[in-house]
């Protein structure tokens, strides 16, 4: 079975500041890894996702993560954070095969202040 | 463009009550799952349907059922509901033969049972 760790609950960070959110994932098999972007009252949308290849992915609004197999972790970065990006952050991975299921941590709470 | 539309957006039901969350999808996909999502604990997995014509129990499929009444709609029903089914459920759908696991939400249902 898969499993997946956020390790911080929440993330206070000053605006223009870097942030990063930590995600730590267990499987005893290849999965396939995401972060999704919650922003308040609405669903959650795709940020960017690591399939194959390179290790270093970009998404949408200047975030990126890379996946680390030895330490079986994906770590969501940005280097200059806005006030808009204040929002609740899920890392999810799914396997091959599984009729695409996502399983999700707990979420991070970004709160990026003036 | 609408994606995935849920309804109905909020609920308030009494302890017995029954009551179904609909969801359709105009995107043309395959796959369907329904998620409940609750404070610190992250979204867990209802139900899925792979594919019209199948569904499959998630995580947390006690107190639930589900009709997947064509490729389209993917509803999820509470026989008797429950104090402990207060939550804020989401409804999602997928291409899964790209088996990639990208998912694509609908804004949520809110329910509170009483």
């Known amino acids: 079975a898969q499993s997946v760790t956020q390790l911080d609950s929440q993330v206070p960070v000053f605006e223009e500041a870097p942030v990063e959110l930590r995600c730590n994932y267990s499987s005893s098999v290849s999965v396939y890894l995401f972060w999704y972007v919650q922003y308040p009252n609405q669903g959650l949308q795709l940020l960017l996702k690591y399939l194959s290849g390179s290790t270093l992915v970009k998404g949408i609004n200047g975030f990126e993560a890379e996946f680390n197999k030895s330490q079986t972790s994906f770590h969501l970065r940005k280097p200059s954070v806005h006030i808009s990006d204040t929002a609740e952050y899920f890392c999810a991975v799914s396997v091959y095969n599984q009729g695409g299921k996502l399983i999700f941590g707990q979420g991070t709470e970004l709160s990026v202040k003036p | 463009n609408a994606g995935v539309t849920q309804t109905p957006k909020f609920q308030v039901l009494k302890t017995g009550q029954s009551m179904t969350l609909q969801c359709a999808q105009d995107m043309n996909h395959n796959s369907m799952y329904w998620y409940r999502q609750d404070p610190g604990m992250g979204l867990r997995l209802i139900y899925y349907?792979?594919?019209?014509?199948?569904?499959d129990k998630g995580e947390v499929p006690n107190g639930y059922n589900v009709s997947r009444l064509n490729k389209r709609e993917f509803s999820l029903r509470l026989e008797s509901a429950a104090p402990s089914q207060t939550s804020v459920y989401f409804c999602?759908?997928?291409?899964?033969?790209?088996?990639?696991?990208?998912?694509?939400f609908g804004e949520g249902s809110r329910l509170t049972v009483l």
């Open positions: 349907s792979a594919s019209e014509g199948t569904t």
């Open positions: 999602a759908s997928s291409i899964l033969s790209a088996n990639t696991g990208e998912l694509f």
